[in-house]
């Protein structure tokens, strides 16, 4: 079974300073997808960015963007200039032929 | 809005007790999935559903049992309910796989708390 590993309970910024995320994952396919997800308070769901494992350029969303690099199995996520709204919950998720597994998450604080 | 409906939103009962949680997918999802969130942890996979047919079972419990009915809805039945039961329950879909509808994303319901006193 593929397993997701988020190394960082916790992780905390400063408001307008950068921060990354790490996610590492187990798996003998080569073609997946990877996700992250956000979960304020409010427990909803919420999709930051996603990255499909044939393409080797990293995902960009707005402030969030990736590092993928795949034959590590490393899956890292960048927030720029962090806001107060980004202090969340973050799930690393690996997902092939529909199957959707998380990591453990990786709290979020953001200073003012 | 994800267009996952879940209900019921909160739902409270004692240990022992029986109770079905119930989420309608997207329009055209296919695939339905089932999630257990504990207090601050993360999402442990139950079940899932494609198109009525169980496609994969992660770590649920015997006493939990999950169905997806023809017209694509899902029931999660949890019965001799335990304290340790309380929990974040997410239901989740997905377009069908290999279609150009599907974008690999899980889309996540608003989830059904349940509390067992």
């Known amino acids: 079974a593929q397993t997701v590993t988020q190394s960082q309970p916790e992780m905390s910024v400063q408001e307008a300073e950068t921060v990354t995320l790490s996610c590492t994952y187990d798996t003998s396919e080569s073609d997946y997808y990877l996700f992250w997800y956000k979960q304020p308070p409010s427990r909803q769901m919420i999709l930051v960015i996603r990255q499909e494992a044939y393409k080797q350029q990293n995902a960009t969303e707005n402030r969030f963007s990736v590092n993928f690099q795949k034959a590590a199995k490393s899956f890292s996520l960048k927030i720029s200039d962090s806001q107060l709204g980004d202090a969340a919950m973050y799930f690393c998720?690996?997902?092939?032929?529909?199957?959707?597994?998380f990591g453990a998450g990786t709290r979020l604080t953001v200073k003012p | 809005d994800s267009g996952v409906t879940q209900t019921p939103k909160h739902l409270i009962t004692a240990t022992g007790q029986r109770v079905t949680l119930r989420c309608s997918p997207r329009s055209g999802d296919l695939s339905v999935y089932w999630y257990q969130q504990s207090l601050d942890q993360g999402l442990q996979f139950l079940i899932q559903?494609?198109?009525?047919?169980?496609?994969a079972k992660g770590n649920i419990l015997e006493r939990f049992s999950a169905q997806q009915f023809p017209d694509l809805h899902s029931e999660l039945n949890l019965s001799s309910l335990e304290l340790g039961d309380s929990a974040l329950y997410f239901c989740?879909?997905?377009?069908?796989?290999?279609?150009?509808?599907?974008?690999?994303?899980?889309?996540f319901g608003e989830g059904s708390r349940l509390t067992v006193l």
């Open positions: 998720a690996y997902m092939r032929n529909n199957d959707m597994r």
């Open positions: 989740a879909s997905s377009g069908p796989t290999g279609g150009h509808t599907n974008t690999g994303e899980l889309f």
């Open positions: 559903y494609y198109n009525g047919e169980e496609r």
